[in-house]
C-alpha cells in the first residue's frame, strides 16, 4: 500500500493547521476529514508513517501534529464514513480499514518506540500507542506486539527509552495483563515497576510513581494489591529523599491518589512514611519567634514548598479521614499534634504584615485569591476526621496560648481563625469548655489590629454556627454585646463583619433569648446602612433579615421601618453597581413579611410585588437580582398562599423559560485535532453551568408552586408538565432530573384539583407512560429510586388504577431491573475474595443505593396493587416481591472480614 500521493495534501493540511488564519485550518481541517471518509486506511498509515517514523521530512512539530491527528482521527466515528453503506451510521475510521492495516501500523507504531531518539517525540509517541492500546482493547483486540516493546525497553541504556514503558503504563495499566497471551503475574509486575522507582535517571523515576499509582488502582486485583502494594509503596518512599525539589511534587501527586483510594497500602510503612511527609509540610522560616513544630524549616522558596507541602499535607489527611484510629493511635496522636502546629505555622507565614489593600477592598464578592484558605480548610477536614477533638484541642491549646502573646498580628489572627476552623469537628470536646475559650479569645475583641477584630468575629460566628445553639442560650448576652460594640468600629470591614456574625447567631436561637436587644440592634443597623458604603448596606440588609426571621412576631415593632427601608432601596437603588443591594433588599422585604405573617404583611406584600416586577422586567443577562427574584417570589407565595395568584402571571413564565433552557454547543475550537478535547456533553454542560442551575432552581421553585397553589397553578400545567416528563431524561444534568421527578406528582395535583383532565384520561396515561418509559431505560441505581418514588407519588395523588398494560409494563421492567441487580450482587459475592478494603467500601456503597430503589420499587408494586385488584397482576407483583426480597440478601455484607 503506497501513501506517497498523499504526501502532499497532508503537508498542506500540517501547514494550514498549524497557522493563525481561521479560515486556512477550519479548509486544512474539513480537506483532512474529506481525504481520511475517502481513503481511511492510506491516511491513518501514511500519519504513522510520518510521526513514528519520519517519513517525508517533515520538522518535528509537524510530525506530533501527525501523531495527535492519528489517535484523533482513528477512533472518532466521521460523518459520511460507513461500515455498513445501507446502515448509514457514522463509523470511527480504525473500524473500518483492514486489519492487516491495522497491523502495520501498529508495527510502525512500535517501530518508531524503539528507535526515537528524540525526547519530545518519544513523548508524542507514547501518548499515541497508549490511546490506540486502550481503543483497541475496548474493542476487543488486545494490542500483542506492545508489551514485548514495553519489557524491551525497561532494559534500555537509554533514559528516554526506559522512560517510555512507565508512560505507557501509567496511561493503560493493563497493558501488560490484558494486551499478552500470557498476563504477567503480580510480583513480575511489581518487579518492573520498582525498577523504575529507583532508576537513576530522576524523570523515569518520577514517571514510574505515576505508573505504580495506575496500575495499583485500575491494574491488578484486590488481592494482587495486597501482595505488592505496601512494598511498592514502601520503596516510592524510600525514593522520593533521593528526588530533587523541583520534581518531588510530581512524584507526590500519584500517591495522594493511592492514598485517597487504597489507605490500607501505607499502613505497615507508618513509621517511615509519617515523619517524613511531616517534614515536607514545614514552611519557610518566617521572622516570628514562635516554634510551630520540632521540624525544620524548608530551605525552598515559598512557592516551590507549597508545591511539594500541598500534595505531602494531602496526603497526611486522606489516611487520617479514611483510616483515623490507626493514624490517631500512632504515637498517641502524634500526627495531628504535629500538623496542627505546621498548618498554623504554614497560614502565619503566607500573610504579608502589611494589609492596606484588604483595609481598602470594598467588593467584598470578589474571593481573595491570595488568601492562604488551604490550612483552614486541613484544619476543618483535620478536625472532622478525629471526631470529638479529644487529640486535636489539646494541640490547638497549646499553640494558641502562645500566639495570642505575640506581638506580630498575623499570630493573634490565625490563633482565632484556627479555633473557628476546627470548632465543629471538635464539637463534642469543644461544648463544655465555650466558657473558657471565650475568655481566652474576648481580649482580641479589642485588639488594636482590626484584622484580628475581624478574626475574632469570624471565630465567634463560627462558633454560634457550630456548637449547637450553646452560644444562643447560654452566651448570648456576650455576643450580642460585643457584636453591638463592633458595629460602632473604626474599621468598615469590623463593622460589616459583626453584622455577618450576628446572621450565624441569629439563625438558631429563641426570640425570649434576645428580645431586649432587638431595638439596639435593629436600631444601630438602620443607622449603619443610612451612612455605610454598599457592601455594608448589602450587608445590613441580610442581617436585618436573619434577626426578623429569628424573632418571629416580636419584631413587629419594628416592621415598619425596615419595611419603608426595602421598599425605598427596591424604588430607588436603581443603578448598575445597586444590583446586588436590590436583590438583599428583596431578600429582606419577603423574609420580614415571612416573619411578621401575612395579615401584617399583606398591604406591602403588593408594593413588593410590583417594585420586583418593574425589576424582573428590566433584568439584564447574568443580574445578580435573578436568584434574589426565584427566592424572594417563593417566600411571598408562601406567606401569601392563595392570595398570591394575582401575581403568578409574573412568576410562572420566567421559570418556565429558565426550565427549558438547554445547553447550546460551544463554537467549534479551531482545530478539532488538539491534544486534548473534552466530552462533548461534559463540554456542553461546563459551558453553560450558570444556566444549568438556573435551570435546577427552575424547576425546584415549579414545585414549590405547584403544591402551594394547587388549582390556581392549572394555566401552566401541560407546559410544565411536558418540561418535567423531558426532565426526568434531561442528558446533561442530575440535579435536573432530580427536580423533575419531584415536580411531577406535584403537576398531577394540580390537575386533580382543578378537575382538567376529568374527561381527558389520555394525559394522565401519557405522564405515567413516560415516567415508566424512563424506568424501563434507567441504569443508576439512585436515580431508579428516584423515578420509583415520582411514580409511587404519582399514583398516590391520582388514586386510581392504571391501564393494565402500564401495570405490565412497570412489573416487567421491576422484574428485569431485579433480575440484573441479582446477577450484579452475584458477581459481587463470587468477587469478594479477590477485592481489598477499598473495593469493599466502593461496592458497599453502591449496594446502599441499590437498596433505595428496591425499597422504593417495593413502595411502588405495593401502591398498584392498591389501586388495581386484577387477580393476575397481584399474583404477578408477590412473585416480583419474592424476588425483590431475594435480591436484598444477596450482594457483600458489612460484617464480611476483608481477607486481608
Not at 514548598?305 to 490507626?326: F, G, H, K, Y
Not at 473557628?420 to 481566652?440: S, Y
Request: net charge negative.
Amino acid at each position: 500500500m503506497s501513501t506517497e500521493h498523499l504526501m502532499g495534501d497532508v503537508g498542506a493540511v500540517f501547514e494550514a493547521l498549524m497557522g493563525t488564519a481561521d479560515g486556512p485550518r477550519q479548509e486544512g481541517e474539513k480537506h483532512l476529514r474529506n481525504l481520511t471518509i475517502s481513503t481511511p486506511a492510506d491516511i491513518l498509515l501514511l500519519l504513522a508513517q510520518i510521526g513514528a517514523q519520519g517519513v517525508g521530512g517533515f520538522q518535528l512539530d509537524q510530525r506530533l501534529l501527525s501523531l495527535i491527528l492519528l489517535k484523533r482521527l482513528a477512533f472518532k466515528p466521521l460523518p459520511g464514513l460507513f461500515l455498513n453503506e445501507n446502515s448509514q451510521h457514522a463509523t470511527a475510521p480504525f473500524d473500518v480499514i483492514r486489519e492487516t492495516t491495522r497491523g502495520r501500523i501498529e508495527t510502525v507504531l512500535c517501530a518508531g518506540l524503539k528507535d526515537e531518539m528524540d525526547t519530545r517525540m518519544r513523548k508524542g509517541l507514547g501518548n499515541c500507542a497508549a490511546t490506540w492500546a486502550q481503543e483497541s482493547a475496548a474493542r476487543h483486540r488486545p494490542l500483542l506486539p506492545l508489551p514485548p516493546i514495553l519489557l524491551e525497553l525497561t532494559a534500555s541504556p537509554h533514559p528516554f527509552h526506559r522512560f517510555t514503558p512507565f508512560q505507557l503504563l501509567d496511561m493503560t495499566p493493563t497493558l501488560l495483563v490484558d494486551s499478552v497471551s500470557d498476563p504477567l503475574p503480580a510480583p513480575q509486575l511489581a518487579h518492573v515497576l520498582l525498577a523504575g522507582i529507583n532508576d537513576p535517571s530522576v524523570d523515569v523515576r518520577v514517571e514510574a510513581m505515576k505508573a505504580v499509582r495506575s496500575v495499583l488502582m485500575e491494574g491488578v486485583t484486590g488481592k494482587e494489591r495486597e501482595e505488592i502494594g505496601s512494598q511498592m509503596i514502601h520503596q516510592a518512599f524510600q525514593s522520593l529523599p533521593r528526588l530533587p525539589s523541583n520534581l518531588l511534587s510530581h512524584a507526590l501527586v500519584p500517591l495522594v491518589d493511592l492514598a485517597s483510594v487504597h489507605p490500607n497500602l501505607f499502613l505497615p510503612t507508618l513509621s517511615d512514611t509519617l515523619p517524613y511527609l511531616l517534614s515536607l509540610a514545614s514552611p519557610p522560616s518566617s521572622s516570628v519567634p514562635h516554634q510551630f513544630s520540632p521540624y525544620p524549616p524548608s530551605r525552598v522558596g515559598q512557592e516551590e514548598w507549597e508545591e511539594i507541602a500541598n500534595p505531602a499535607t494531602e496526603i497526611l489527611l486522606s489516611l487520617i479521614e479514611l483510616r483515623p484510629s490507626q493514624l490517631e493511635g500512632w504515637e498517641s496522636g502524634r500526627v495531628a499534634r504535629e500538623l496542627v502546629g505546621l498548618l498554623i505555622g504554614r497560614q502565619v507565614g503566607s500573610f504579608e504584615v502589611d494589609c492596606q489593600d484588604w483595609l481598602d477592598a470594598t467588593n467584598l464578592e470578589e474571593e481573595d485569591e491570595d488568601y492562604p484558605v488551604f490550612a483552614e480548610e486541613a484544619l476543618d477536614r483535620l478536625a472532622h476526621a478525629l471526631v470529638g477533638g479529644s487529640t486535636i484541642l489539646p494541640a490547638l491549646s497549646s499553640q494558641v496560648e502562645s500566639l495570642l502573646a505575640q506581638p506580630d498580628w498575623r499570630c493573634r489572627y490565625c490563633a482565632l481563625v484556627a479555633i473557628a476552623a476546627v470548632a465543629e469537628g471538635c464539637l463534642e470536646e469543644l461544648q463544655p469548655r465555650i466558657r473558657d475559650v471565650l475568655t481566652i479569645i474576648s481580649p482580641t475583641a479589642k485588639d488594636p489590629h482590626p484584622r484580628v477584630r475581624y478574626a475574632f468575629l469570624q471565630c465567634l460566628g463560627q462558633l454560634c454556627s457550630d456548637c449547637e445553639g450553646i452560644m444562643q442560650r447560654e452566651y448570648q448576652n456576650d455576643v450580642l454585646q460585643v457584636c453591638l460594640q463592633l458595629l460602632e468600629d473604626p474599621i468598615t470591614r469590623v463593622r460589616v463583619h459583626s453584622a455577618a456574625c450576628l446572621t450565624n447567631f441569629f439563625q438558631d436561637v429563641e426570640p425570649e433569648s434576645f428580645a431586649s436587644y432587638i431595638q439596639p440592634l435593629v436600631g444601630t443597623l438602620l443607622r449603619l446602612f443610612r451612612a455605610g458604603a454598599l457592601y455594608l448596606q448589602e450587608q445590613v440588609l441580610a442581617t436585618l433579615s436573619n434577626i426578623a426571621l429569628g424573632a418571629m412576631e416580636t419584631f413587629l415593632p419594628f416592621y415598619r421601618d425596615v419595611m419603608d427601608l426595602c421598599i425605598h432601596t427596591l424604588a430607588n437603588a436603581t443603578s448598575s453597581d445597586q444590583h446586588k443591594l436590590q436583590g438583599r433588599a428583596m431578600e429582606c422585604a419577603s423574609l420580614t413579611g415571612s416573619a411578621v405573617g401575612k395579615a401584617a404583611f399583606a398591604g406591602d406584600a403588593v408594593k413588593v410585588a410590583q417594585l420586583m416586577i418593574i425589576i424582573q422586567n428590566a433584568l439584564q443577562s447574568d443580574d445578580v437580582r435573578s436568584a434574589y427574584l426565584m427566592d424572594a417570589w417563593t417566600s411571598l407565595c408562601q406567606t401569601l398562599g392563595d392570595d398570591f395568584e394575582p401575581f403568578l402571571p409574573q412568576v410562572i413564565p420566567p421559570l418556565l423559560k429558565a426550565a427549558s433552557f438547554k445547553p447550546t454547543k460551544p463554537d467549534a475550537l479551531l482545530s478539532s485535532f488538539e491534544e486534548s478535547t473534552p466530552d462533548t456533553e461534559d463540554a456542553l454542560v461546563a459551558s453553560n453551568t450558570s444556566e444549568m442551575d438556573e435551570k435546577v432552581q427552575a424547576f425546584e421553585n415549579l414545585t414549590l408552586y405547584a403544591f402551594t397553589m394547587r388549582a390556581k397553578f392549572e394555566p401552566w400545567l401541560m407546559h410544565s408538565m411536558e418540561l418535567s416528563l423531558g426532565g426526568i431524561v434531561d442528558r446533561y444534568s442530575e440535579g435536573v432530573r432530580e427536580a423533575a421527578a419531584f415536580l411531577v406528582p406535584g403537576l398531577l395535583q394540580v390537575a386533580k384539583d382543578a378537575k382538567v383532565w376529568n374527561d381527558s384520561p389520555n394525559n394522565l396515561i401519557e405522564v405515567f407512560q413516560r415516567v415508566i418509559n424512563a424506568i424501563t431505560k434507567e441504569s443508576d441505581p439512585s436515580f431508579l429510586a428516584l423515578l420509583y418514588k415520582s411514580f409511587t407519588d404519582s399514583l398516590h395523588v391520582v388514586s386510581l388504577s392504571l391501564p393494565s398494560n402500564l401495570s405490565a409494563q412497570l412489573i416487567n421492567s421491576t422484574e428485569a431491573h431485579l433480575r440484573d441487580l441479582k446477577s450484579t450482587r452475584v458477581d459481587r459475592e463470587i468477587q469478594s475474595d479477590y477485592m481489598d478494603e477499598a473495593d469493599r467500601e466502593i461496592y458497599l456503597e453502591e449496594q446502599e443505593n441499590e437498596n433505595s430503589a428496591l425499597d422504593q420499587m417495593e413502595n411502588s408494586l405495593i401502591m398498584i396493587k392498591q389501586f388495581d385488584e386484577n387477580e393476575e397482576f397481584s399474583d404477578r407483583i408477590d412473585r416480583v416481591q419474592r424476588l425483590r426480597a431475594e435480591v436484598r440478601k444477596r450482594g457483600l455484607k458489612e460484617d464480611e472480614p476483608d481477607g486481608m
